[in-house]
């Protein structure tokens, strides 16, 4: 793994991991406001080259809160420094919720999406409480974080969701997005299985046996699905 310092278009400094050869992919971690917990070369999808870029305001990357439009003009100004013209953008958590705003937001800078364990696009009470109700049999997974980096981004991710043509804009949406579900995550899949079957390319899959943070549980799993899922249109 090495590691390189990109300029934001504000010139803030962005840290970005980087591990790998081959079709380019961007790492999204969740959170959001989390340090980038999927920045090891030993879970990184297999033959490709992989890009971590660290979210502004927390670990190593300069900053501090912020909206999902300057999250995604963060990831451009990776792209654009890079010299790639397309990648594959694969989000855990948080991360695969901004995947699919990328892709609205960049499609043509995007040869697929592939969304592990998401949100879902929704603020629906039912999901919260299955979710609340749940949390507490987790794995504990020690992981920094900004509390205002991430009250931030959940507020401006209220925001998104709530615009009038954001169901039209997934349903014209015609970048490929193959949808991953835990099968054992407390998070309800029911809002991921509406997005794959929103998006025109749209495919859901669930991985077996493993939890919301299979990266960490069952390491081998979270590395064969994500190269399966990446390598479909890389």
């Given at each position: 793994?090495?590691?390189?310092?990109?300029?934001?278009?504000?010139?803030?400094?962005?840290?970005?991991?980087?591990?790998?050869?081959?079709?380019?992919?961007?790492?999204?971690?969740?959170?959001?406001?989390?340090?980038?917990?999927?920045?090891?070369?030993?879970?990184?999808?297999?033959?490709?080259?992989?890009?971590?870029?660290?979210?502004?305001?927390?670990?190593?990357?300069?900053?501090?809160?912020?909206?999902?439009?300057?999250?995604?003009?963060?990831?451009e100004a990776v792209r654009r420094a890079a010299?790639?013209?397309?990648?594959?953008?694969?989000?855990?958590?948080?991360?695969?919720?901004?995947?699919?705003?990328?892709?609205?937001?960049?499609?043509?800078?995007?040869?697929?999406?592939?969304?592990?364990?998401?949100?879902?696009?929704?603020?629906?009470?039912?999901?919260?409480?299955?979710?609340?109700?749940?949390?507490?049999?987790?794995?504990?997974?020690?992981?920094?974080?900004?509390?205002?980096?991430?009250?931030?981004?959940?507020?401006?991710?209220?925001?998104?969701?709530?615009?009038?043509?954001?169901?039209?804009?997934?349903?014209?949406?015609?970048?490929?997005?193959?949808?991953?579900?835990?099968?054992?995550?407390?998070?309800?899949?029911?809002?991921?299985?509406?997005?794959?079957?929103?998006?025109?390319?749209?495919?859901?899959?669930?991985?077996?046996?493993?939890?919301?943070?299979?990266?960490?549980?069952?390491?081998?799993?979270?590395?064969?699905?994500?190269?399966?899922?990446?390598?479909?249109?890389?």
């Amino acid at each position: 793994m090495r590691s390189v310092t990109v300029r934001a278009d504000d010139q803030t400094c962005l840290h970005v991991g980087v591990t790998g050869n081959g079709p380019d992919v961007v790492v999204l971690s969740g959170g959001p406001g989390c340090v980038h917990y999927l920045e090891h070369d030993d879970i990184a999808p297999r033959g490709m080259r992989a890009w971590y870029p660290e979210p502004r305001g927390v670990g190593r990357s300069a900053g501090g809160p912020h909206t999902l439009g300057q999250a995604v003009a963060d990831l451009e100004a990776v792209r654009r420094a890079a010299g790639i013209d397309s990648w594959v953008v694969l989000g855990h958590s948080w991360g695969a919720d901004l995947a699919v705003r990328y892709a609205l937001d960049h499609p043509s800078r995007v040869r697929s999406v592939v969304g592990v364990a998401g949100h879902g696009l929704h603020k629906d009470r039912s999901w919260s409480q299955t979710y609340e109700s749940l949390k507490h049999t987790e794995p504990k997974i020690d992981i920094d974080w900004n509390p205002t980096v991430h009250q931030a981004l959940s507020e401006s991710f209220l925001e998104w969701i709530h615009e009038t043509d954001l169901l039209r804009r997934l349903a014209d949406c015609r970048v490929p997005m193959t949808i991953v579900a835990a099968e054992h995550d407390i998070r309800p899949s029911w809002p991921l299985r509406q997005l794959a079957a929103l998006v025109q390319r749209g495919a859901f899959v669930v991985a077996p046996d493993v939890p919301h943070d299979m990266w960490w549980t069952d390491p081998d799993v979270w590395v064969n699905v994500v190269t399966k899922a990446c390598r479909n249109h890389g």
